[in-house]
């Protein structure tokens, strides 16, 4: 059976039903869990190099905080469920690729995660990063709807 899960979030009220979908199901198989987070890249266009920098800056300090925040739902969570958890973070424009890529770095047997279940036009426009792990992975991935 699975012994390490990889549960990635991005703040939303699915990442929620996700956690604690995983965390039972963590407890259930006697598996570890590592949460992760994508934050975005910094991008801006400035004349002046000092505005930029300082601006990069307290991006870097605000994701760094943010995913904390979120990371830290993960480890309560776990501690209350009993499950063995450490969670990570990456920065990336494509939260699709960091994802695989975090699985297959912390030996992840299991990717469990949301799906905001977009359809249409709007499921086109925006993409499922679901849609993109289940595409690209080849550990299996397990969906929460």
Do not use: W
């Not at 975090?102 to 993409?127: E, F, P, Q, W, Y």
Request: proline share 4%; hydrophobic share 40%; aromatic share 6%.
């Amino acid at each position: 059976m699975y012994k390490h899960l990889l549960l990635p979030i991005d703040g939303s009220p699915l990442s929620e039903i996700a956690i604690q979908n995983t965390m039972r199901f963590a407890k259930s198989i006697n598996a570890k869990v590592t949460g992760f987070y994508v934050s975005p890249p910094y991008h801006a266009l400035s004349l002046q190099m000092e505005m930029l920098a300082e601006t990069e800056d307290d991006f870097a300090k605000h994701s760094r905080v943010q995913a904390e925040r979120l990371l830290g739902t993960i480890e309560d969570a776990a501690s209350v469920a009993g499950v063995s958890c450490n969670t990570t973070y990456a920065i990336g424009a494509h939260p699709y690729e960091e994802i695989i890529k975090a699985a297959n770095d912390n030996g992840c047997d299991l990717i469990t995660m949301a799906s905001h279940g977009r359809k249409g036009v709007k499921g086109l426009l925006l993409g499922s990063e679901a849609q993109k792990v289940l595409t690209h992975s080849k550990i299996p991935v397990l969906v929460y709807r």
